[in-house]
């Protein structure tokens, strides 16, 4: 199956920083949504953007959805230590009987 | 306390042996579904559920077996087939299909000796 693509695969940045990651995908999809995962744990879920919305916002996290481009990126406003984690997109693609496609993450570690 | 459960969290098994992954929910959710992880990697899906007594295979079905004759429960057998099963095993849920949020457990960690 097409999986979503983040890039970067790794991001090490600053406490305080910003933090931007992008997910590709190839299919159309009903709806896209950002994972986080710490070290051995769980997904947890973080948004969910429908393919007609443009931008969403919950607390330091903003997502945008390009459909044109097949793109979205989820970006992370005044890091923290505690973002340190994986973080997946996850498309749902728009055909029946699918479930949905996780790409590969990108790894964010921020040091204080 | 609601949520989703896999047990054990630690798992090892002798090669040639078949060894089966719980998983339970109380959220009242239609759909669960399987994944594995190895390192470094995304998630890959081995089978999921819509409604009891009812799955399909993911993508990398081969070599597992899955059971769903109650809503809050869908165990995943590892049996010998499966060539490479050292893994990082994920079971989820959500409310109906995979159209909204899934609800993940915490894992399972399967090593094979």
Redesign the interface.
Known sequence: ?Q?GEEDPQALSIQEGENATMNCSYKTSI??L?W?RQNS??????LI?IRSNEREKHSGRLRVTLDTSKKSSSLLITASRAADTASY?C?T?PNQA????I????TTLSVSS | DGGITQSPKYLFRKEGQNVTLSCEQNLNHDAM?W?RQDP??????IY?SQIVNDF?K??IAEGYSVSREKKESFPLTVTSAQKNPTA?Y?C?SSIGG??????????T?LTVL
């Open positions: 199956s999986q009903n709806n949504q994972y051995g744990r769980g997904l947890v879920h969910l997946f996850a749902d009987g699918t479930a949905l996780f790409g590969k993450g | 579904y994944y470094g990697q995304g998630l890959r899906l999921y399909q993911g993508d990082f994920l989820a995979s159209r909204g949020t899934q609800y993940f457990g915490p894992g960690r």
